[in-house]
């Protein structure tokens, strides 16, 4: 048991120093694979493999990191990890929108909200909701965006969260303004700023006050 122990803390460290020492993050990573591989450790190696992902994505080599990323959510699949597959799957879909595959992007990130859903994690429902609707708004696609951000707005509103909530709003504004939609625009950033003023989130109350002087 005590190798599982060391695997489990070896990864542990590798994630700590991908923040902050990638060479020490990846030797870790090397040998928490080795000593995982050799018990038989599925856990930790899906974890190893994790990590170096998150190596390769820190360092821009985005494609090794999609592969590092893929042979992990292929144990934990096995594993049936359901958190830890929509983690990756969601990884993955990023790795995709960094080397502007949008559309595949888009089809792991639904994979990924689909798995949040089926284990009732709506906080990261809402959150892939946001991030599907940013890539559609960045393409130009505002009805599909609107479509995601008005889910993302259903499943915050559930969860009462209400900075999601006034960030939904305000992403909508945006996307109204730019369709030039101003009343509506207007409208979603007046309930923008409802929410954040109730947060006294100062950074949130000040974009609506510039993005209303922007419509008129």
Sequence with gaps: GNKNAEAFTINLLAKFYLKSDLDKSIDLSKQALNIAKDNKNQKEEAEALKNTGGYY?????YDLAID??????????KRDDKQGCADLL????????????????????????SIYK??????EVAGMEVKIGNIYFSQGDYEAASKFYNSSLKTSAE????????????????????????????????K?????EKLKHTQGIANNYINIGLVY
Aim: charged share 25%; proline share 0%.
């Design 57 to 61: 994505s820190k360092i821009n080599k």
């Design 192 to 196: 923008s700023l409802n929410y954040f």
């Design 90 to 113: 969601y990884n993955i879909g990023y790795m995709n929108v960094k080397l502007s595959n949008f559309k595949v992007a888009i089809e792991y990130y639904i994979q990924a909200k």
């Design 159 to 190: 969860l009462k969260d209400s900075l999601k909530l006034g960030d939904s709003y305000q992403m909508l504004g945006v996307l109204y303004h730019e369709w030039g939609d101003y009343e509506k625009a207007i409208e979603c950033y007046q």
């Design 68 to 77: 590092f990323y893929q042979k992990s959510l292929t144990l934990k699949e």
């Design 118 to 123: 089926i284990i009732n994690n709506l906080k």
